[in-house]
């Protein structure tokens, strides 16, 4: 089992910035991509960005230029820089671990609780 704990979000004006935060914890071995996905009210959850372990990212065409996800390995902890806010990325942002082999996920997918980033206009 892998356990993901957010923290990060919060309320903060168009053009602002925040950077989340994701620590991993338990059987870190399984698991050697990291991401963040959104979720915004009455909308289905979407995938922000990827990141494996040996650092190649992946990003939604609707945050490229404005968010940076980035990881520390030695702290089991990935990170969401978000810049150039706007009230559309309104939503509560989830950490996602699992292991992924030749562009197919094997085992679980384990999901955080989310964090909360408003953006008011």
């Known amino acids: 089992q892998v356990q993901l704990v957010e923290s990060g979000g919060g309320l903060v004006q168009a053009g602002g910035s925040l950077r989340l935060s994701c620590a991993a914890s338990g059987n870190i071995r399984s698991i050697n991509t990291m991401a963040w996905y959104r979720q915004a009210p009455g909308k289905q959850r979407e995938l922000v960005a990827t990141?494996?372990?040996?650092?190649?990212?992946n990003y939604a065409d609707s945050v490229k230029g404005r968010f940076t996800i980035s990881r520390d390995n030695a702290k089991n902890t990935v990170y969401l820089q978000v810049n150039s806010l706007k009230p559309e990325d309104t939503a509560v942002y989830y950490c996602?671990?699992?292991?992924?082999?030749?562009?197919?996920?094997?085992?679980?997918?384990?999901w955080g609780k989310g964090t909360l980033v408003t953006v008011s206009s």
């Open positions: 990141i494996t372990t040996g650092g190649s990212t």
């Open positions: 996602n671990a699992y292991r992924q082999e030749y562009s197919i996920i094997v085992g679980m997918k384990y």
